[in-house]
């Protein structure tokens, strides 16, 4: 049964630090990798999604690296902003016939302080 | 404006009622998910329908129940046998054969 951790559960860093989220999944027969974000009482924004042949995905100050046959993932925050704290869920896509499950990690709340 | 809709934002729910969450995307994607998260954890998933007239049960389907009468609406009720239904109750679609999918606000449901 396929499981996905992320440490760690919260972190608090000052503003401007470059900063690594972590996650790791116990199957590697994964169909694809994603990385969301979301705010207190929202619902979930996608930032990147790796497929199983990738290493990595960027967009601006985000980078995301898949290292399959180690069955992890980071999610890499350059020079971070207090307007970047929120709760980052990593999950994994897992087909049953034509639809893609998404399993999720607890997810990492990440304070910038100003 | 493309995208999904969940109603309402805040749901109260008495003992011994049944409450239904509503979930409706104009993205026209095919398949659709209910998941729950609770406070300090990942989104658990209740149950997903990959096309009209057909759903699945999730890892925690026992206390709620679904329909998919028509490929925009999902909506999904929360029947007086869930026990411990406190929770932020996420929707989300997906288009056939890809696993990207996307989320809806959310509906806070909450027991009086």
């Known amino acids: 049964k396929q499981e996905v951790t992320q440490i760690p559960a919260a972190l608090s860093v000052p503003e401007g630090e470059n900063l690594v989220l972590n996650c790791s999944f116990t199957?590697?027969?994964?169909?694809?990798l994603q990385w969301f974000r979301q705010d207190p009482g929202k619902g979930l924004t996608s930032l990147l999604l790796i497929q199983s042949s990738q290493r990595e995905q960027t967009s601006g100050r985000l980078n995301a690296s898949l290292d399959k046959s180690s069955g992890r993932s980071t999610l890499y925050i350059a020079a971070s902003q207090p307007g970047d704290s929120a709760t980052y869920l990593c999950a994994v896509v897992a087909f049953s016939g034509n639809t893609g499950k998404l399993i999720f990690g607890q997810g990492t709340t990440l304070q910038v302080k100003p | 404006d493309g995208g999904i809709t969940q109603s309402p934002k805040y749901l109260f729910r008495k003992e011994g009622q049944n409450v239904t969450l509503s979930c409706e995307q104009n993205?026209?994607?095919?398949?659709m998910y209910w998941y729950r998260q609770d406070p300090g954890q990942g989104l658990r998933l209740i149950y997903y329908s990959q096309i009209v007239n057909d759903f699945q049960k999730g890892d925690i389907a026992e206390g709620y129940s679904v329909s998919r009468e028509k490929k925009e609406s999902f909506p999904l009720t929360v029947t007086s046998a869930q026990k411990n239904p406190t929770a932020f109750y996420l929707c989300?679609?997906?288009?056939?054969?890809?696993?990207?999918?996307?989320f809806g606000p959310g509906t806070r449901l909450l027991v009086l």
């Open positions: 199957d590697s027969a994964i169909y694809n």
């Open positions: 993205l026209n994607h095919d398949a």
């Open positions: 989300a679609s997906s288009p056939q054969g890809q696993g990207t999918q996307y």
